[in-house]
């Protein structure tokens, strides 16, 4: 199993941004599909997740900014940025839950996580 994600770039302040995140290989379901980000010198935090069934959650941070959604069809999640500020400068990487068939009737379930694509907001 393989998370590609991509759209980073740069952007003016106030300007915006889309981030896809891919799931590909042996997938049997996805769960929790979910956006973090680390700033130089700083640790990863959580940014957005959405599950399965399509509940959200936001840190307060980007709250009323950014908004997740997934195309299950292609096993994809989104992060749509708006309001872009220069503190939201930083690596963002995506992460899922996902369940795999190992073998006949058996299966394995376990987080994986992106390569990371870099946002850089100026001011």
């Known amino acids: 199993v393989q998370l590609q994600a991509s759209g980073g770039g740069l952007v003016q302040a106030g300007g915006s941004l889309r981030l896809s995140c891919e799931a590909s290989?042996?997938?049997?379901?996805?769960?929790?599909m979910n956006w973090y980000r680390q700033a130089p010198g700083k640790e990863r935090e959580f940014v957005a997740a959405i599950r399965g069934v399509g509940s959200v959650n936001y840190a307060d941070s980007v709250k009323g900014r950014f908004t997740t959604f997934r195309d299950n069809a292609k096993n994809t999640t989104f992060l749509e940025m708006n309001s872009l500020k220069p503190e939201d400068t930083a690596v963002y990487y995506c992460?899922?839950?996902?369940?795999?068939?190992?073998?006949?009737?058996?299966?394995?379930?376990?987080?994986?996580w992106g390569q990371g694509t870099q946002v850089t907001v100026s001011s």
């Open positions: 992460s899922a839950v996902i369940t795999t068939s190992t073998a006949p009737g058996l299966r394995s379930m376990r987080n994986y």
């Open positions: 290989g042996s997938i049997f379901s996805i769960n929790a």
